[in-house]
T-cell receptor
Framework: DGGITQSPKYLFRKEGQNVTLSCEQN?????MYWYRQDPGQGLRLIYY???????QKGDIAEGYSVSREKKESFPLTVTSAQKNPTAFYLC????????????FGPGTRLTVL | GNSVTQMEGPVTLSEEAFLTINCTYT??????LFWYVQYPGEGLQLLLK?????DKGSNKGFEATYRKETTSFHLEKGSVQVSDSAVYFC???????????FGAGTRLFVKA
């Protein structure tokens, strides 16, 4: 089955620790995205990658970092510089770019204690 | 800047009732408009989209018409089912842009 996987579903970390969220897709999509979802708010774009080894900051990139070394993988690191990291994080991919349908993973809920 | 405003929820309906979820937008140019649905514990799925004025997107009994004169893209369904209970997000993508702008979401509860 083709799709996007995110792991783990729930993640707990202590304040001050960096944490990396996994996102893998086997859809052969070029473009990948990371969004943050907070209660009562829509999704906000953290980072966007159109091709391997290239990515652009979204609206709320501060305190986050990404890499895109392989087409299938787009991990997101939440650093200790992110002031309010507790949130639901969603990864998505699309065939070429944002005008194509975005397919979303099931999400990772990060709680920083 | 670009923005999307949708009606606050939750919306609670009985099965077979008519559904309308309002969505209005602010954008420069001619954006594409989308409705996404998020079922409990899952990521978002594209429900329907429209790319130009007067286009009607439709899927699974849901419809929305791109109204440029009122900058609106209201979601409608003639007869909702319990399985339609979810959160619905209106979104826009401006021409040439890479950032999809999402509304805050509207939670729908459908009672049997």
């Amino acid at each position: 089955d083709g799709g996007i996987t995110q792991s783990p579903k729930y993640l707990f970390r202590k304040e001050g620790q960096n944490v990396t969220l996994s996102c893998e897709q086997n859809l052969n999509h070029d473009a990948m995205y990371w969004y943050r979802q907070d209660p009562g708010q829509g999704l906000r774009l953290i980072y966007y990658s159109q091709i391997v080894n290239d990515f652009q900051k979204g609206d709320i990139a501060e305190g986050y970092s990404v890499s895109r070394e392989k087409k299938e993988s787009f991990p997101l690191t939440v650093t200790s510089a992110q002031k309010n990291p507790t949130a639901f994080y969603l990864c998505a991919s699309s065939i070429k770019g944002p005008t194509d349908t975005q397919y979303f993973g099931p999400g990772t809920r990060l709680t920083v204690l | 800047g670009n923005s999307v405003t949708q009606m606050e929820g939750p919306v609670t309906l009985s099965e077979e009732a008519f559904l309308t979820i309002n969505c209005t937008y602010t954008a420069t140019g001619y954006p594409s408009l989308f409705w996404y649905v998020q079922y409990p514990g899952e990521g978002l799925q594209l429900l329907l989209k429209a790319t130009k004025a007067d286009d009607k997107g439709s899927n699974k009994g849901f419809e929305a018409t791109y109204r440029k004169e009122t900058t609106s893209f209201h979601l409608e369904k003639g007869s909702v089912q319990v399985s339609d209970s979810a959160v619905y997000f209106c979104a826009l993508l401006n021409t040439g842009g890479f950032k999809t702008i999402f509304g805050a979401g509207t939670r729908l509860f459908v009672k049997a």
